[in-house]
């Protein structure tokens, strides 16, 4: 059985700092290219970061220089440094595990093989 689990969200003020860790049961991470993405309630699911295999990294428009994805292979373990905060950044965030196999848009949610089950992230002013 697949499962993912995030940890590391809470409260912080804005400027501030967190770091998500993502684990895997029942799945190698370094054999799936990994993301990271946040939802606040009424929007959509939104693609933040994503690392392939082979340690290429992605970023939406509005986290790069402020974000970073990293990935620990050895131990199965993924990352997402969040520094600089804003109000903005205030969302459940969610790891995501993709095939090594597929190609195209990595915000592409439908294309991802496990989710996990959120970790929550709240930014104040």
């Known amino acids: 059985q697949v499962q993912l689990v995030e940890s590391g969200g809470g409260s912080v003020q804005a400027g501030g700092s967190l770091r998500l860790s993502c684990t895997a049961s029942?799945?190698?991470?370094?054999?799936?290219?990994m993301g990271w993405f946040r939802q606040v309630p009424g929007k959509e699911r939104e693609g933040v970061s994503y690392?392939?295999?082979?340690?290429?990294?992605y970023y939406t428009d509005s986290v790069k220089g402020r974000f970073t994805i990293s990935r620990d292979n050895a131990n199965n373990w993924l990352y997402l440094q969040m520094n600089s905060l804003k109000p903005e950044d205030t969302a459940m965030y969610y790891c995501?595990?993709?095939?090594?196999?597929?190609?195209?848009?990595?915000?592409?949610?439908?294309?991802?093989?496990?989710w996990g089950q959120g970790t929550q992230v709240t930014v104040s002013s």
């Open positions: 029942g799945l190698a991470l370094d054999n799936y290219r």
């Open positions: 995501a595990a993709r095939a090594d196999c597929y190609s195209g848009s990595w915000r592409s949610k439908e294309t991802y093989k496990a």
């Open positions: 690392i392939t295999t082979r340690n290429n990294t």
